[in-house]
């Protein structure tokens, strides 16, 4: 046996070594990737549904928050007017 053929043997080793350590890792990675088509379609339906929630939870927030803060705004547009109407009387007085 000369040295060729304890490197070819060593190859050969080498590849059988490899192979088995990525076996498991290339085994882990097709099975993932098949769950992940299989939850694909449930995943849908429920994010589907998360986001009409999603969605009544930001009407609902919207008209709740313009009912709170009309009345302050209805109040500060209120003032806003009696100001300027002041302001403008007592200008004519004066001038």
């Not at 076996?23 to 769950?35: A, H, N, R």
């Not at 449930?42 to 998360?50: F, K």
């Amino acid at each position: 046996m000369g040295l060729a053929v304890w490197r070819d043997l060593a190859l050969m080793w080498l590849i059988l070594w490899t192979f088995v350590a990525i076996l498991p890792i290339s085994v882990i990675l097709f099975f993932s990737i098949k769950g992940m088509h299989r939850l694909r379609p449930a995943t849908r339906r429920a994010l589907r549904s998360a986001q009409a929630k999603a969605q009544q939870v930001s009407d609902v927030t919207g008209r709740l928050g313009a009912k709170a803060t009309a009345p302050a705004i209805h109040l500060r547009a209120r003032a806003a007017q009696v100001e300027r109407l002041s302001k403008a009387i007592f200008r004519r007085r004066e001038g």
